[in-house]
């Protein structure tokens, strides 16, 4: 074979190399693309997060709620929401943990205080975001969250483009009821344990503000909303005080009569009220508000005149006030009250509680906020 027949065959060779090498990079651009070396499957994120809707179906207007929150899903390119409805037997508390095994992504609490405490009960600790559609009388965490109350098409935008926040939650737990006096609440646990506690998202209280609570009648509530609870207040002015033994951490016992006790995770209440302006939701702190008054009405209004102030950052520090409020912080605390008190958690009543023990979990629950 002359050297021109090999050198022939080499530039055939040659040219079936370059044609396949050209064929390789023409496909490869034109799959690809130029400024994209990498398929666009491997980076995109094709997750579209799953809502869960626990719903208080008692609260008005939620039943033709459900269309408006699937269509607002639709919309906004996520999946078909699940719809979970609350029953007396389960405020939440079961539907949220079901909304989770179903594979929600974030449940929203659809309802008052009361279905927000249960969601919030059964999210706690899960990493899975809470949001919130306020249908309720006091709204107390839409309230100090700035989510807006009374209007759900705002709470369904903060839902589908707000950001996760991490907040604190207070638990509460009765160590000893009012009507067995010296024995413990009948709950297999020891104090602070995993026994009979309510989860509070806001403030938990003993005394003049949970009997106000608890005579709130319904149907003025449902007719006047918050307003319902200030005059349900009006026939405890005139109550006797209470006699109050009270341990923060360990820094002691002190004794006191007060009108009530206040044990804030935040403090905002309906009508713009600020009982605890120090509390931050986030801080791993709880904020206490020990509340008396003496001299009938004029210590009452001293008193609103304390709170009014508070809320302008202003603290009357006169000595032998007949209405004052004093603030300390811990992150546990007891109290124990001569006779018991009514006790309430966010606005829900618990009973008549001898003593109360409460404290703080920090950074608990993942929140959806504006």
Same mark, same amino acid.
């Given at each position: 074979?002359?050297?021109?027949?090999?050198?022939?065959?080499?530039?055939?060779?040659?040219?079936?190399?370059?044609? !396949?090498?050209?064929?390789?990079?023409?496909?490869?651009?034109?799959?690809?693309?130029?400024?994209?070396?990498?398929?666009? $499957?491997?980076? /995109?994120?094709?997750?579209?997060?799953? !809502?869960?809707? /626990?719903?208080?179906?008692?609260?008005?207007?939620?039943?033709?709620? @459900?269309?408006v929150a699937r269509r607002a899903c639709r919309e906004a390119a996520l999946p078909d929401p699940?719809?979970?409805?609350?029953?007396?037997?389960?405020?939440? !508390?079961?539907?949220?943990?079901?909304?989770? @095994?179903?594979?929600?992504?974030?449940?929203?609490?659809?309802?008052?205080?009361?279905?927000?405490? $249960?969601?919030?009960?059964?999210?706690?600790?899960?990493?899975?975001?809470?949001?919130? !559609?306020?249908?309720?009388?006091?709204?107390?965490?839409?309230?100090?969250?700035?989510?807006?109350?009374g209007d759900r098409a705002a709470a369904l935008r903060i839902l589908v483009g707000g950001v996760?926040?991490?907040?604190?939650?207070?638990?509460?737990?009765?160590?000893?009821?009012?009507?067995?006096?010296?024995?413990?609440?009948?709950?297999?646990?020891?104090p602070g344990g995993e026994g009979d506690k309510h989860i509070f998202l806001v403030i938990a209280?003993?005394?003049?503000?949970? $009997?106000?609570?608890?005579?709130?009648?319904?149907?003025?509530?449902?007719?006047?909303?918050?307003?319902?609870?200030?005059?349900?207040?009006?026939?405890?002015?005139?109550?006797?005080?209470?006699?109050?033994?009270?341990?923060?951490?360990?820094?002691?016992?002190?004794?006191?009569?007060?009108?009530?006790?206040?044990?804030?995770?935040?403090?905002?209440?309906?009508?713009?009220?600020?009982?605890?302006?120090?509390?931050?939701?986030?801080?791993?702190?709880?904020?206490?508000?020990?509340?008396?008054?003496?001299?009938?009405?004029?210590?009452?209004? #001293?008193?609103?005149? @304390?709170?009014?102030?508070?809320?302008?950052?202003?603290?009357?520090?006169?000595?032998?006030?007949?209405?004052?409020?004093?603030?300390?912080?811990? #992150?546990?605390?007891?109290?124990?009250?001569?006779?018991?008190? #009514?006790? #309430?958690?966010?606005?829900?009543?618990?009973?008549?509680?001898?003593?109360?023990?409460?404290?703080?979990?920090?950074?608990?629950?993942?929140?959806?906020?504006?």
């Amino acid at each position: 074979m002359t050297w021109e027949l090999w050198l022939g065959i080499v530039a055939v060779v040659l040219a079936a190399a370059a044609l !396949v090498v050209a064929l390789l990079i023409y496909r490869r651009l034109h799959t690809s693309g130029p400024a994209d070396p990498v398929s666009p $499957a491997a980076d /995109v994120d094709t997750h579209r997060d799953l !809502v869960a809707f /626990v719903a208080n179906p008692s609260k008005p207007e939620v039943a033709a709620f @459900e269309e408006v929150a699937r269509r607002a899903c639709r919309e906004a390119a996520l999946p078909d929401p699940l719809w979970i409805e609350t029953t007396v037997d389960d405020p939440g !508390v079961g539907q949220a943990r079901e909304a989770i @095994e179903r594979g929600a992504d974030v449940v929203v609490a659809v309802g008052g205080d009361g279905t927000v405490r $249960a969601v919030a009960e059964a999210l706690t600790g899960t990493g899975v975001p809470m949001a919130l !559609v306020p249908s309720g009388t006091g709204n107390l965490l839409a309230r100090n969250l700035d989510i807006p109350v009374g209007d759900r098409a705002a709470a369904l935008r903060i839902l589908v483009g707000g950001v996760d926040r991490t907040i604190d939650v207070g638990w509460a737990r009765v160590t000893r009821w009012a009507d067995e006096p010296g024995d413990a609440a009948d709950d297999g646990a020891t104090p602070g344990g995993e026994g009979d506690k309510h989860i509070f998202l806001v403030i938990a209280g003993l005394g003049f503000d949970a $009997a106000m609570v608890a005579d709130a009648d319904d149907d003025l509530k449902a007719k006047m909303g918050w307003v319902a609870y200030f005059v349900a207040g009006v026939k405890h002015l005139h109550g006797k005080r209470m006699r109050t033994r009270i341990t923060v951490d360990d820094r002691g016992t002190v004794v006191a009569r007060l009108r009530t006790i206040l044990i804030g995770n935040c403090g905002r209440l309906p009508g713009g009220i600020n009982l605890i302006p120090d509390a931050v939701i986030d801080d791993g702190i709880l904020d206490l508000a020990a509340i008396d008054t003496r001299g009938g009405l004029a210590g009452w209004a #001293q008193l609103f005149g @304390e709170v009014v102030m508070q809320g302008f950052g202003m603290r009357n520090d006169l000595p032998a006030k007949i209405g004052r409020i004093d603030h300390t912080r811990a #992150q546990r605390v007891v109290v124990e009250v001569e006779g018991g008190e #009514q006790a #309430q958690v966010d606005g829900d009543v618990i009973g008549r509680a001898a003593e109360l023990e409460a404290w703080v979990e920090p950074k608990a629950l993942v929140v959806r906020t504006a």
